[in-house]
Nanobody, 118 residues
Framework: QVQLVESGGGLVQPGGSLRLSCAASGSIFSINAMAWYRQLPGKQRELVASLTSGGAIIYGDSVKGRFTISRANAKNTVYLQMSSLKPEDTAVYSC????????????WGQGTQVTVSS
């Protein structure tokens, strides 16, 4: 089992920055991927950024050039640095971990609210 604890959400003005953190604990496989998803009001959850244990990164089109994902492997923690924030970035951001073994086991954090507003 894996537990994911997110932190760092809050209220920020347009153009501002915010950093989210997600600490993973439990049974984490050596081959895994950690990611951030977000769910905007009234919309489906979408991928924000993903980072594998091998270093491969994927960004959602709407955040490219503004958001940066990174991880501290020794701490099993993934970060999302968000810059040039826009009101349309307002959403619940959730951390996700996938363990790649015989099967792919997926785990989710509880989510953290990010609100971009003046």
């Amino acid at each position: 089992q894996v537990q994911l604890v997110e932190s760092g959400g809050g209220l920020v003005q347009p153009g501002g920055s915010l950093r989210l953190s997600c600490a993973a604990s439990g049974s984490i496989f050596s081959i895994n991927a950690m990611a951030w998803y977000r769910q905007l009001p009234g919309k489906q959850r979408e991928l924000v950024a993903s980072l594998t244990s091998g270093g491969a990164i994927i960004y959602g089109d709407s955040v490219k050039g503004r958001f940066t994902i990174s991880r501290a492997n020794a701490k099993n923690t993934v970060y999302l640095q968000m810059s040039s924030l826009k009101p349309e970035d307002t959403a619940v951001y959730s951390c996700n971990l996938r363990n790649f073994g015989i099967n792919v086991d997926t785990y989710w954090g509880q989510g953290t609210q990010v609100t971009v507003s003046s």
